[in-house]
């Protein structure tokens, strides 16, 4: 059969699209993307994918090679995280599989013995996929507030607990403030109660093993389960991250079976059916060729970047770093003890290092239940390949800060009344129509051209720290709704 259009033309445009693209190698992106700086080692990862490319997850009876590879990634994560013959796990296509699973898992084994609605129990800092879990099956959240420098006390969740507590949530290290909870703590006094205990390592799980942190994975009793993303630190093409469980018993809550329609039997660890086993064998050839070894001298990389910018944002006069931050994560906020001229707003200079091409992550600012308000910041990530571009990095990092020092941080209800829209009057954000919710974006110019982002972040962050959260998350799903509505191919 001839194609309806040349395999190179057709590649030569998805090159065009792909440029538009932020970088993903070089370091120039600090988040979303984590890159080894081993060409070798993206090679051989693509190559395992190419050659499982036809095979389906969905049954490893039939396709006994995912079983294998399975076997072996969940194999050498149980050893790097002190799990014991008790611990068992699954590949996920993700953190938010990983999470959702968690607390699937514990919502079901709750079940087993309670009755009523659950509550899931986290802190505030503990990652939006837990929100999602909550929302998707039925617990309710309960969120305690965290300290203005991201931290956690174990007594507040502790004081928490109650028979309805299906599962308490802690994280290792939190994505926004990169605070390690305390897990030993906290673990232990689920168990005394009778509680599962989920710690979220997605991001940390494949790098803080290396790292001098204490311990706050299966070596911790109380600890009944864990989530780590292969595709994070563990070098991995997305998607792809593990989920480990203490107790076979406890583990098969996780999965879904039924024999009760005419077709196969459907037996699924995972919230997927069909899936690509790509993702698994790039993660057990990348298990295979850096191992134990690899990976820490991997993290002592990470380690020694984030220590150097740690001591360059020290050194910039208006900006700190918030708390005491865990593995290779920085969060960047203004430094309000220096008079208003010498301030410097990270929204704004997360925008001026972006025209020194690099991309730092916006942060908005929150309001917990306890009205304790937490900062806007600015989030790094820092991988093995940001050794090659420290120093420039670190230039760009501070002469963005001079270049937007004592400019005002941005008011969102400044933004908010210069609108040609009183966005403030509108409706909950649950009850408008797609229409509406364009029309709004479009006054704040946003939702034409594609769905487009501003140059500048800054402004619209302040607008969404400004507006109810129901209506700002509604304007955001129908931006991001909108980036994909259905177009007709480019003609031949």
Not at 160 to 170: F, N
Not at 171 to 200: M, N, Q, R
Not at 232 to 255: C, E, T, W
Not at 413 to 437: E, N, Y
Request: charged share 20%; aromatic share 6%; glycine share 8%.
């Amino acid at each position: 059969m001839t194609l309806q259009r040349p395999a190179a033309e057709i590649l030569e445009r998805l090159g065009d699209l792909r440029a538009a693209d932020a970088p993903t190698h070089g370091g120039r992106v600090l988040s979303y993307v984590y890159d080894s700086g081993i060409a070798e080692l993206d090679e051989l990862a693509a190559e395992a994918a190419r050659m499982v490319q036809p095979v389906n997850g969905l049954d490893p009876t039939t396709f006994s090679s995912v079983a294998v590879m399975e076997r072996e990634v969940l194999g050498f994560a149980k050893k790097v995280l002190h799990g014991d013959d008790d611990v068992v796990g699954t590949v996920t296509s993700g953190g938010t599989e990983s999470c959702l699973l968690a607390v699937k898992t514990a919502r079901d084994y709750w079940r087993k013995s309670n009755s009523g609605k659950p509550r899931l129990l986290a802190p505030t800092t503990a990652h939006a996929a837990f929100q999602k879990a909550a929302h998707y099956f039925d617990l309710e959240l309960d969120m305690v507030p965290v300290d203005p420098e991201g931290a956690v006390r174990a007594a507040d969740l502790e004081s928490k607990m109650g028979p309805d507590v299906a599962l308490v949530v802690v994280s290792a290290p939190c994505y926004p403030f990169a605070s390690l909870d305390p897990i030993t703590e906290v673990a232990a006094a689920a168990s005394a109660k009778g509680i599962s205990c989920h710690v979220d390592a997605c991001i940390g799980g494949w790098v803080l093993p290396w790292l001098e942190t204490g311990p706050w994975d299966f070596a911790v009793s109380g600890v009944t389960s864990v989530s780590a993303d292969l595709h994070k630190f563990g070098y991995s093409p997305k998607g792809a991250s593990v989920l480990l469980q203490r107790d076979r018993d406890r583990q098969r809550s996780q999965f879904f079976a039924t024999t009760n329609w005419p077709g196969y039997p459907v037996v699924n660890s995972t919230m997927l059916g069909s899936k690509g086993a790509g993702p698994l064998a790039a993660s057990w050839a990348i298990i295979q060729a850096l191992g134990e070894r690899g990976y820490s001298k991997l993290a002592a990389s990470c380690a020694s970047s984030t220590d150097a910018l740690h001591r360059v944002i020290d050194g910039i006069e208006g900006l700190r770093v918030v708390g005491r931050p865990v593995g290779p994560l920085l969060s960047v906020a203004m430094d309000s003890t220096v008079p208003d001229d010498r301030r410097v707003d990270p929204h704004h200079w997360a925008d001026a290092v972006r025209t020194r091409g690099f991309l730092l992550q916006l942060q908005p600012a929150i309001i917990q239940s306890n009205g304790v308000r937490l900062p806007r910041t600015t989030h790094l990530t820092i991988t093995p390949v940001t050794e090659s571009v420290l120093d420039e990095l670190s230039g760009a990092l501070e002469s963005a800060a001079e270049e937007v020092r004592g400019v005002a941080p941005i008011d969102g209800g400044q933004v908010l009344a210069a609108l040609p829209i009183d966005l403030t009057s509108m409706p909950a954000g649950a009850h408008l129509d797609s229409a509406t919710a364009l029309q709004l974006l479009g006054g704040i110019g946003l939702g034409s051209g594609g769905g487009a982002l501003p140059e500048k972040m800054a402004p619209l962050i302040a607008l969404i720290e400004a507006l109810p959260h129901e209506l700002s998350e509604r304007l955001l799903t129908e931006l991001l709704a909108r980036l994909s509505e259905p177009v007709d191919l480019p003609a031949q």
